[in-house]
């Protein structure tokens, strides 16, 4: 099956700095997410990616599906952006969706 | 085949009324997932439960609750429907929890599409 990676798998920073997150993937997929969880358990998507560029505020994430892998930007870190930082993957082919999930990047950011 | 049950498979229903999605997971899969995706758009995570237990929230709006029974089915109550709220719903479950080994890959039910006139 297709297997996520992502790494950093710990990541500590100091408030302002910028980050680089990134989510190789082992095959095609038409299902790239980036997920945030913060320390209290929440889950927020981030983007919706299977291929090219987006930015959201400080976020931006770019995926080279032919390459396989994703990349999540975090520019000018805030103690909030804190948490573990999920890149998911799947196909949406009919009966047989599925979503596999990395083991996620931790991410400390230190006022 | 996923192993995952959603019914029904499809929902028409007026603004202000609720409805109640149900889901039943894989044998042997504590943890169910509740997902909406609307026109074009990527999965967004409602909520996670393990073994009966909430574990996950994400965007889920106050008018939508969920529970997951002793048998880990769950339920999925939409409440106060809006127009909005057309969108399909997934069920997915794994073995663990997110992130960890065993809930690594998630297996999707075909999903309910709901549609709200």
């Known amino acids: 099956g297709i297997q996520v990676e992502q790494s950093p798998p710990d990541l500590i920073l100091q408030e302002g700095a910028n980050s680089t997150l990134r989510c190789n993937f082992s095959?095609?997929?038409?299902?790239l997410q980036w997920f945030h969880q913060n320390p209290w358990g929440q889950l927020i998507n981030l983007f919706y990616?299977?291929?090219?560029?987006k930015q959201n505020g400080r976020l931006s994430a770019t995926t080279v599906a032919t390459e396989r892998y994703s990349l999540l930007y975090i520019s000018s870190s805030q103690t909030t952006d804190s948490g573990v930082y999920f890149c998911?993957?799947?196909?949406?082919?009919?009966?047989?969706?599925?979503?596999?999930w990395g083991l996620g990047t931790s991410l400390a950011v230190n006022p | 085949d996923s192993g995952v049950t959603q019914t029904p498979k499809h929902l028409i229903t007026a603004t202000g009324q609720r409805v109640t999605l149900r889901c039943s997971p894989r044998s042997g899969d504590l943890s169910v997932y509740w997902y909406q995706q609307s026109l074009d758009q990527g999965l967004q995570f409602l909520i996670q439960?393990?073994?009966?237990?909430?574990?996950a929230k994400g965007n889920i709006l106050e008018r939508f609750s969920a529970q997951q029974f002793p048998d880990l089915h769950s339920e999925l109550n939409l409440s106060s429907l809006e127009l909005g709220d057309s969108a399909l719903y997934f069920c997915?479950?794994?073995?663990?929890?997110?992130?960890?080994?065993?809930?690594?890959?998630?297996?999707f039910g075909p999903g309910t599409r709901l549609t709200v006139l």
């Open positions: 990616i299977p291929s090219g560029t």
């Open positions: 998911a993957v799947g196909l949406n082919a009919g009966n047989n969706r599925k979503l596999i």
């Open positions: 997915a479950s794994s073995v663990g929890l997110a992130g960890a080994a065993g809930g690594r890959t998630q297996y």
């Open positions: 095959d095609s997929v038409n299902n």
């Open positions: 439960y393990y073994n009966g237990e909430e574990r």
